[in-house]
């Protein structure tokens, strides 16, 4: 996607060196766009660590290019296990790291030390490409939702969205933002209420960012203000992103969706989710109790960081001094309250039934 006119994915080799690997810092946007070199393992588990990359396709993609990073310092069996296992530990929620490594792993294994780097380096970047076109695919099955509610309304559709699962998620156009992308290329008449996404402000920091970017009509909400509009008529459909989705359908997202979720069910609004296949976790079966949910650290309630009136990039408190705060980064919506699963190979319900009828091959596991 564009910024400013100028394409741009989440994460590539650089061209001139043909190694390193070049990522925008999303702990500086929107404020400004910086583009970070990540050289070694140290510098890729930091990125996914501190949040200067984040999104669970993306966090997988980082990963990918960080073992690759790892691999070119030791290409050792037991040194690809031990950086390997070092990745995996940088976040505990999105599964897609996981995926991206026991992907990497298995192809890296069967062969010699001497033959790795190249071989890794081409491997993530077939799970980059991947990403992005099973994404573009989310985005296709997603617009028919928005241009089916544009029909039946015959005026603007009103989406609401939480956190941020655009293309800054991803390798490239997101999954719950690709359906907009694609419907407003379509030129369906939308806008998208973007939830602020306390602590860390995804929303107002980078859906906003993104959105408004390539010119799609958008306002920001407080988390709060989301029930109270769809009360009155005023949200069409929620489309998130997510986590993890268990074999079961239900999904764990940024916190605060869960609410949402129940607001959309108790006021009839379509409720659904975008992901790639990469995203579900078909081992675990109950959310609620078996996806890790990460806790982070309280400082991210306890301050804000924003532009100040002077221009200057400022962190303040916004809690008194001796209050305890918490932090949970994730929450799981029960497949009950989701109204269906967008992937790249199309919509299905959230239970195990819809989504072993879009991926057949999973009846086994
Ligand atoms: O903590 P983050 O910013 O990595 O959380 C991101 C989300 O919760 C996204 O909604 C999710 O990863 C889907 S990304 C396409």
Same mark, same amino acid.
């Given at each position: 996607m564009k910024i400013d006119g100028t394409p741009y994915r989440s994460v590539w080799v650089d +061209? +001139?060196? &043909?190694w390193s690997v070049r990522i925008l810092d999303q702990t500086r946007l929107p404020w400004s766009v910086d583009l970070l070199r990540l050289a070694t393992l140290a510098d890729a588990a930091h990125a996914i660590r501190s949040m200067q990359v984040r999104g669970a396709p993306l966090i997988g993609a980082v990963a990918a290019y960080g073992l690759a990073l790892a691999l070119r310092a030791d290409p050792t069996s037991s040194a690809m296990e031990r950086d390997a296992t070092l990745l995996n530990e940088t976040?505990? !929620?999105?599964?897609n790291l996981r995926w991206a490594l026991d992907r990497m792993l298995g192809v890296l294994r069967p062969l010699k030390p001497q033959d790795r780097v190249a071989a890794a380096y081409a491997e993530a970047a077939r799970i980059a490409d991947e990403d992005a076109a099973q994404c573009e695919a989310i985005g296709t099955h997603g617009a028919e939702l928005i241009a089916d509610i544009a029909a039946r309304k015959q005026g603007r559709v009103n989406i609401l969205t939480h956190c941020n699962a655009g293309w800054l998620a991803t390798?490239?156009? &997101? $999954?719950? /933002?690709a359906p907009v992308y694609k419907a407003f290329e379509q030129k369906i008449d939308l806008h998208v209420w973007v939830?602020? $996404?306390?602590?860390?402000n995804q929303g107002a920091f980078l859906t906003a960012f993104e959105l408004g970017k390539h010119g799609v009509p958008h306002t920001v909400i407080a988390d709060n203000a989301g029930g109270h509009l769809m009360q009155h008529g005023q949200v069409d459909i929620v489309i998130v992103g997510t986590d993890r989705v268990t074999r079961t359908g239900d999904v764990a997202n940024k916190i605060g969706t869960y609410l949402k979720a129940l607001a959309a069910f108790d006021n009839n609004v379509p409720f659904w989710i975008g992901l790639p296949s @990469? $995203?579900? #976790?078909? !081992?675990? @079966? #109950?959310g609620v109790r078996e996806i890790p949910i990460e806790e982070r650290s309280a400082t991210e309630v306890t301050t804000i960081t924003g532009r100040a009136l002077d221009g200057s990039i400022a962190t303040v408190r916004v809690v008194p001094t001796g209050s305890a705060a918490a932090n949970p980064a994730f929450d799981v919506t029960p497949a009950? /309250?989701? !109204?269906g699963l967008i992937t790249e190979r199309g919509r299905c319900a959230a239970s195990e039934a819809g989504l072993l009828s879009l991926f057949p091959e999973r009846k086994a596991a």
């Open positions: +061209q +001139q060196d &043909g976040r505990p !929620t999105a599964v390798v490239d156009w &997101g $999954t719950a /933002l939830d602020e $996404t306390r602590p860390r @990469s $995203t579900i #976790d078909w !081992t675990v @079966s #109950d009950r /309250l989701v !109204t």
